[in-house]
């Protein structure tokens, strides 16, 4: 079957840097997305990686390793609106008609001052 | 305006009630997805179409019922609503590639069956 494991809460300071580990289990791999989402808003696309290796966008990175089958997301220089649930998300290869995306449970960041 | 749209944004029903909650999106996306989210659980796929009449269940399908007769709408129905049905549910849209796995979320609908 699939499953994705990340930990369930990280907390940090302003300004600090934090990563945010998530190992998938899954056949038929594409790639690894992140996805964040604010108190009572809806999950928006991070980043996506389907090569090992890390992305950079600005302060978030992200970084996938393939034969390992992890991933992390890295936030620097927290801000107090970094304050969100993270999550990550693999294809789904199970359905015939298509595809989804399948999602962890999702890391609770708590950036305090 | 251009987007994905959810409505209502909040819903009260009662138990046993058929309960149907719409999507619309503007981007003409070939995908589109309903989501329930539930403390513990995190996002869980409910059902998903891959093209207008082309629909497949996901992780949690019992008790829901979906179309897409029109490629812009999707809407989920709650048969006969239950108790465990109390959730946030989120629709989504994508056009997925080989290097794409981008999701856009609606604002998603709080339900609540008493």
């Known amino acids: 079957g699939q499953s994705l494991e990340q930990p369930s809460e990280v907390t940090a300071v302003e300004g600090a840097i934090v990563q945010i580990n998530c190992t998938y289990q899954?056949?038929?791999?594409?790639?690894l997305s992140w996805y964040q989402q604010h108190d009572g808003g809806a999950p928006t696309f991070l980043s996506y990686n389907a090569l090992d290796g890390l992305e950079e966008t600005g302060r978030f990175s992200s970084f996938l390793s393939r034969s390992d089958s992890y991933g992390y997301l890295l936030l620097q220089e927290l801000q107090m609106k970094d304050s969100a649930s993270y999550f990550c998300a693999v294809r789904d290869p199970r359905n015939q008609a298509g595809t989804a995306l399948i999602f962890g449970k999702g890391t609770t960041l708590s950036v305090s001052s | 305006d251009a987007g994905i749209t959810q409505s209502p944004r909040y819903k009260i029903t009662e138990t046993g009630r058929q309960v149907t909650l719409m999507c619309h999106q503007t981007?003409?996306?070939?995908?589109m997805f309903w989501y329930r989210q539930d403390l513990g659980h995190g996002l869980r796929l409910i059902y998903y179409?891959?093209?207008?009449?082309?629909?497949d269940k996901g992780e949690v399908p019992d008790g829901y019922v979906v179309s897409r007769s029109k490629t812009e709408n999707f809407p989920l129905t709650l048969e006969s609503a239950t108790r465990s049905q109390t959730s946030v549910y989120f629709c989504?849209?994508?056009?997925?590639?080989?290097?794409?796995?981008?999701?856009?979320f609606g604002s998603g609908t709080q339900l609540s069956v008493l």
């Open positions: 899954t056949s038929g791999f594409y790639g």
């Open positions: 981007w003409s996306h070939s995908y």
């Open positions: 179409s891959a093209a207008a009449d082309i629909t």
């Open positions: 989504a849209s994508s056009e997925f590639g080989a290097t794409n796995e981008k999701l856009f």
